[in-house]
């Protein structure tokens, strides 16, 4: 397993940069596909590269951003590595705050309704956190605990403790300890994975992730999106179907950033389901129903005819 896909002299293809572009590729194929968007006003294929562009940049920026606040210690002494974004180190909780900020700015700049917008967008965000965990695997980052980790242990959320406890026993006692399933991967030493956990089988977390992200894709595409919501809604359930999947795959992970003892990313699914709650109330109201322009300007025509 190695990060890049090919090497030529000094230039080599990582595999991380790869899916970004492959992800940037789909996603407006997808967008360009949704006729949803386009019963909407959303039928120009500039306005929708205009969008994904002002939306991937601001959120590439809001993922190395957030990421780098949580984890500034390790580029105290190479400050210049936080520009190196093809290494890894992207949160996508940072991420999805810095697209949606673009958006904002690209909806208010173009006098646009904003929910249009985001509802267009979300299926091929989640399509590109799908290829997005393959430069994970290749990187060897996101990943999870050793595979002969004790259920109970992970799932109650205490491999900090178990892990010291486990470490200190001596090889007899360690090997009492089975792998509990038969596809864990083992990791280069270079990489964080393997760095952390050498030679050890560990969950791949971001392949479970990216399971995930691609049946979430199939049914909020594929299902949801076809019951043409109110703008706004589809945007509210992604949250909920994201927050879910992450919740879950941080429970495997070894690496998570925590605030108090407590994974950051519980904190922050809980915030995303209660804000998507109140959403998707508030964006139902029969008063948010989109018309668009076109409709609207024909319906005040036929009023003022009636009217003479």
Not at 32 to 46: C, T
Not at 156 to 184: C, I, M, R, T
Not at 251 to 258: H, I, P, Q, S
Not at 268 to 287: C, L, T
Request: proline share 5%.
């Amino acid at each position: 397993m190695r990060p890049y896909l090919f090497k030529i002299g000094g230039f080599e293809l990582r595999i991380y940069s790869l899916m970004y572009i492959l992800a940037f590729l789909f996603g407006m194929f997808i967008a360009l596909a949704d006729d949803v968007a386009e019963k909407r006003g959303v039928d120009d294929r500039k306005i929708i590269e205009d969008f994904a562009f002002t939306t991937i940049v601001s959120g590439l920026i809001g993922a190395r951003l957030y990421y780098v606040i949580f984890k500034f210690a390790d580029y105290i002494g190479n400050p210049l590595s936080i520009f190196y974004i093809w290494e890894g180190g992207l949160a996508i909780h940072g991420g999805i705050i810095g697209a949606f900020i673009g958006a904002c700015y690209y909806a208010k700049k173009n006098k646009m309704n904003l929910w249009v917008l985001t509802d267009m967008a979300v299926g091929p965000l989640l399509f590109g956190q799908f290829l997005g965990r393959f430069g994970n695997l290749a990187n060897g980052e996101v990943h999870g605990v050793p595979t002969f980790t004790p259920w109970n242990v992970i799932f109650s959320g205490k491999f900090n403790e178990w892990w010291p406890k486990y470490q200190s026993l001596g090889l007899a006692e360690q090997a009492q300890f089975k792998q509990l399933v038969p596809w864990g991967l083992t990791f280069p030493l270079d990489t964080p994975a393997g760095s952390e956990f050498p030679n050890l089988p560990l969950h791949p977390a971001m392949l479970y992730e990216a399971v995930l992200n691609l049946i979430g894709f199939v049914i909020l595409w594929f299902y949801f999106r076809k019951k043409e919501y109110n703008p706004g809604v589809l945007s509210m359930i992604y949250l909920i179907m994201y927050a879910i999947i992450r919740t879950f795959v941080s429970t495997f992970r070894a690496e998570d950033l925590l605030i108090f003892g407590i994974r950051l990313p519980y904190l922050i699914s809980i915030a995303m389901i209660i804000i998507a709650i109140i959403g998707i109330k508030y964006f139902s109201s029969p008063n948010r129903k989109f018309v668009p322009v076109e409709i609207k300007k024909e319906e005040q025509n036929e009023n003022s005819i009636s009217v003479d």
